[in-house]
């Protein structure tokens, strides 16, 4: 049987010079940053963190934490894993930490909810980080935050089932693309928004990239992040893109709660910084 290991999707660059310019015409060109985000801070948003937890009570957050679970491997018990509940999370490595930090620093207001899945040495296994997406989906969340991956083929099926569920639910995934050459789930579905690093520093400047499966380009490259026990470093990765996404994405779920999955991703299109309006 092979190791399962969930591995944080950390080097694969995105490289805006490459990114062919997109023109927006007619009504598409009236689909605006301004128009899709303007003046939202997420409130009232439910972001589900999927990642190694969220130290609810690091400075950089204030109160957005609101709870959040613990989902722990099990041979024995049903589907093999354990869920625990977690009224004031803790993480223990630092990495959802940070892209908890990067998420309330664009959407202010969330709600962020910890969906620990990862060890201390950012190892996991995928039954867990399936459970912990499962768990987002049946406990209502809007937005997930999903800054790793697993190759391991044979839950290619179960993940996109997930997938499929989520975005029939009305909720937006966001996931890192893996920092390996190899094709990895849940950031290869169709249903999910797929996201890279770019070097920027803007936290609203990213780019659509016309050649998926890669869809969005985001700050991930020497970004000052929230790190555990009150830390903050800076960090280099598409673990750090995502999270940027998943900010925005926020924002327009806030402002506009009437639009599916497949609209959200379409507004990203429009606002993106390489599509150029007529």
């Not at 354990?82 to 709600?111: F, L």
């Not at 009437?258 to 429009?270: D, I, R, Y």
Request: with cysteine; glycine share 8%.
């Amino acid at each position: 049987m092979p190791e399962e290991t969930l591995r944080p999707a950390w080097s694969q660059h995105f490289t805006p010079d490459a990114i062919e310019e997109l023109l927006a015409q007619g009504p598409f060109a009236k689909i605006t940053p301004e128009w899709a985000w303007g003046k939202s801070t997420g409130k009232g948003v439910r972001v589900a963190i999927v990642d190694s937890g969220v130290e609810y009570d690091h400075p950089a957050l204030d109160d957005c934490v609101k709870g959040g679970v613990i989902i722990e491997y099990d041979a024995k018990a049903e589907n093999m894993h354990r869920v625990r509940t977690d009224n004031q999370p803790a993480d223990v490595s630092g990495h959802g930490t940070a892209c908890a930090g990067i998420i309330h620093s664009i959407a202010p207001e969330a709600e962020i909810y910890s969906v620990r899945v990862l060890g201390r040495n950012m190892g996991g296994r995928a039954i867990q980080f399936a459970a912990g997406l499962d768990w987002a989906i049946e406990n209502d969340m809007q937005v997930v935050n999903m800054s790793l991956s697993t190759s391991l083929e044979e839950y290619f099926g179960l993940f996109h089932d997930l997938a499929d569920q989520a975005y029939f639910k009305n909720m937006n995934l966001i996931s890192a693309v893996n920092n390996l050459p190899e094709p990895s789930y849940p950031s290869l579905y169709s249903s999910v928004i797929s996201v890279a690093a770019h070097d920027g520093t803007d936290p609203f400047t990213y780019y659509y990239n016309t050649t998926p499966p890669v869809e969005f380009g985001a700050p991930g490259i020497d970004v000052e992040v929230a790190w555990n026990k009150g830390q903050y470093l800076v960090c280099t990765g598409n673990s750090f893109a995502a999270p940027h996404i998943t900010g925005i994405t926020t924002l327009i779920r806030a402002k506009h709660p009437e639009l599916t999955p497949f609209q959200v991703k379409t507004v990203l299109l429009a606002c993106a910084a390489n599509t150029k309006r007529k």
